[in-house]
């Protein structure tokens, strides 16, 4: 019940053996100047306990990543104040682009990932994660993912 992306929407797979420039599961780094945490959207689905997950990335200000980072596997991290990011991630069922939101980023204990938060838009995203979906949507989604990974194997 879930999509996730290996990398912001600014990563590139040239950046991969530059000595400033760091892509793990959780974190990335470009150029030493930019800083990215994965997170999740969630979106409840209606009528369900059941949770749409999206694994998102959101660039955070160096201070705040580093001030992550120092926390990363520190108990009781959760208790840190959200960070504010902008979500970092295209997710192609949305128009328009999910580019550059502005999110909360609420650190979770150790071994959870983060837990994002949209600014309360009209944003169609912002939008499902205030109000939830129904099942029907996730069957969209999916098969809107699926299709559109076959068309980028062609």
């Known amino acids: 019940m879930g999509y996730s992306t290996p990398a912001p929407y600014v990563w590139d797979p040239s950046f991969a053996d530059a000595p400033d420039c760091l892509l793990s599961s959780d974190q990335c780094v470009i150029k030493a100047q930019h800083y990215f945490v994965k997170g999740l959207v969630e979106i409840p689905v ?36 959200p960070y504010f990011g902008w979500l970092t991630t295209d997710l192609p069922v949305y128009s328009p682009s999910t580019i550059n939101l502005k999110t909360n980023v609420h650190t979770r204990p150790v ?5 994002v938060e949209l600014e309360p838009t009209d944003h169609p995203l912002a939008v499902e994660q ?22 980028e194997s062609e």
Request: no cysteine.
């Open 130 to 151: 205030r109000d939830g979906i129904t099942m029907d949507r996730v069957r969209a989604i999916a098969e809107a993912l699926l299709h559109a990974a076959d068309d």
């Open 111 to 115: 071994g959870e990932r983060p837990f």
């Open 46 to 81: 209606v009528g369900t306990d059941n949770v749409f997950s999206w694994g998102v990335w959101v660039s955070l200000s160096r201070e705040n990543f580093s001030r992550a980072a120092d926390l990363w596997d520190t108990p009781g991290r959760e208790s840190e104040k």
